[in-house]
């Protein structure tokens, strides 16, 4: 069953490189993170520049988003949350092997009803890490 939780999602994407997306990202997370919020950053980009602006290089990238998106064991989202220098946010790095992730996502879940199986048992098996988000 599901329940209710107070945790708010802003994404920011585009096709096209250099429009602003991860230094909206950064500006954004820093500002509600000063009004106290905490905020949890899941760097879905290859280049990884909002985790190496975050981090500070000092980072394990042998856990990344990557983990979540293709292992065949569900993988705790809390088992990948890193600290980053800012109070109140942690992030989920990204980082190179990222490339290879959108290809296997196009062939193991293929049709829209799999991407949905898929993010709901994400959600559900994470629910109250990310209940621990603002």
């Not at 209710?4 to 997370?29: E, P, W, Y």
């Not at 990222?98 to 709901?120: F, P, R, W």
Request: glycine share 6%; with cysteine.
């Amino acid at each position: 069953m599901w329940r209710i939780v107070n945790m708010k999602m802003i994404s920011f994407c585009n096709k096209k490189g250099g429009v602003g997306k991860t230094t909206l990202c950064k500006n954004v997370a820093y500002k509600l993170s000063l009004n106290g919020a905490k905020i949890l950053l899941i760097d879905l980009d290859p280049q990884a520049t909002l985790t190496l602006n975050l981090v500070n290089n000092v980072y394990n990238k042998n856990k990344t988003i990557k983990s979540v998106l293709t292992e065949s064991e569900l993988i705790k989202i809390v088992q990948l949350i890193q600290s980053t220098k800012y109070k109140n946010i942690d992030i989920i790095v990204g980082g190179e092997q990222l490339n290879k992730v959108s290809a296997i996502l196009n062939l193991n879940y293929s049709n829209e009803k799999d991407q949905h199986l898929i993010e709901d048992t994400l959600y559900m098996e994470n629910e109250k890490t990310f209940d621990g988000y603002d």
